[in-house]
């Protein structure tokens, strides 16, 4: 496996594979990986000859009062996860390397960025679109892998690719979850003991209004029954 830390020596080594043929999968994180980040890895290893992976915690994306200096950063642990799974190229920058001192340019999916959880994190899928347009400069991939977990990102993600005729097709992977169906989450361990048996009821609530519609329960109020929250 391949670790490197600069967009040249990103670029050398992704132009050699490309001259020889090889097409390139993408995965972009922000480290603290967990299963979820693994499967992605492994799904792209069946769409692409060479499979890219990022580890940048991106400073534009967190708002003022984030957690940006106490997010998980776990490289040792991340590097050992990807060696054991045949990941081919690490990409590792500094918050320099991606970002001048001097950089003027943002890049905005306009009306899809402000709603829902945009709403609540100003200027959140500004940095997402941003880093992410940058990262696919600089990787060239052919193909790069989304968690469905994060909808409105994949969206954004979706949305700007189309806008600007980017050459890369992006693929949406299936939630990887705890057996309690908690949605793995590198934030998962802020967690204390009460939050995490809490949590789960969220998506085993919304599987039991589906069941319920699906069924053919057209009452909505008799619905808000099958809750399981408290």
Known sequence: MHTVNTVEALRTLINTWK?????????PTMGNLHAGHCQLVKAAKEKADKVVVSIFVNPTQFGAGEDFDSYPRTEAQDHEK???????????PSV????????????S?????????????????????TVVCKLFNMVQPNVALFG???????????????????????????????ASGLAMSSRNSYLNQAEQQLAPLL??????VREAILAGNDNYAAI???SCLP
């Open 19 to 27: 001259a020889a043929g090889n097409s390139i999968a993408f995965v």
């Open 148 to 178: 469905l977990k994060d909808f409105q990102q994949l969206a954004v993600i979706r949305t700007m690719v189309k806008d600007l005729n980017m050459p890369v097709d992006i693929i949406g992977i299936e939630t990887v979850r705890e």
């Open 82 to 92: 990807l060696r054991a799974i045949n990941t081919d190229l690490v990409f590792q």
């Open 203 to 208: 998506y085993q609530s919304l599987c039991a």
């Open 224 to 226: 808000e029954q099958y």
């Open 109 to 129: 999916v306009t009306g899809l960025s402000e709603l829902y959880c945009g709403a609540y994190r100003v200027g959140h899928f500004d940095g997402v679109a």
């Open 96 to 107: 320099s390397e991606m970002y001048s001192p001097d950089a003027k340019t943002v890049v």
